[in-house]
């Protein structure tokens, strides 16, 4: 299994640098100002920053919320090697072609197509 799973409980992990990343990524998709995000979380700017930075690690409880102001599904604030399961050492071609996948359609907003990808997916 990766490190990426079994770093310790309190210190902050590539995960958690990730899901800063994704979570700064969702957050200038729509418009909204880091001061923004904290005062609807009720967190000050500073705290923010360290999540966005991967700095400090986020709760379940704030992940979600960051998720439902986002307006983004939770598992799109979490890297693709996190819900791939991680790997332990190089990525087989296998792993890059599912990342590869989740990406694209990450970036998909229209119904209708997400739709016809899941029904395509879903002939193999």
Do not use: C, W
């Not at 299994?1 to 200038?28: C, E, F, N, Y």
């Not at 998709?29 to 904290?38: E, F, K």
């Not at 920053?49 to 598992?75: C, F, M, Q, W």
């Not at 087989?92 to 990808?117: C, G, N, Q, W, Y």
Request: hydrophobic letters at 40%.
């Amino acid at each position: 299994m990766s490190t990426v799973l079994t770093a310790s409980p309190r210190k902050v992990s590539d995960a958690d640098r990730g899901i800063g990343q994704l979570v700064r990524q969702a957050r200038r998709r729509v418009g909204m100002t880091l001061d923004d995000l904290a005062k609807q979380l009720g967190l000050s700017y500073q705290q923010v920053h360290k999540y966005e930075n991967g700095t400090n690690r986020i709760s379940a409880g704030t992940l979600a919320a960051i998720a439902n102001l986002l307006a983004v599904p939770i598992d799109h604030l979490f890297p693709d090697e996190v819900l791939l399961g991680g790997t332990d050492g190089g990525d087989s071609e296998i792993d890059r072609m599912r990342s590869e996948v989740s990406r694209v359609t990450r970036t998909i907003d229209d119904p209708k197509k997400l739709e016809a990808i899941i029904t395509i997916l879903k002939t193999f």
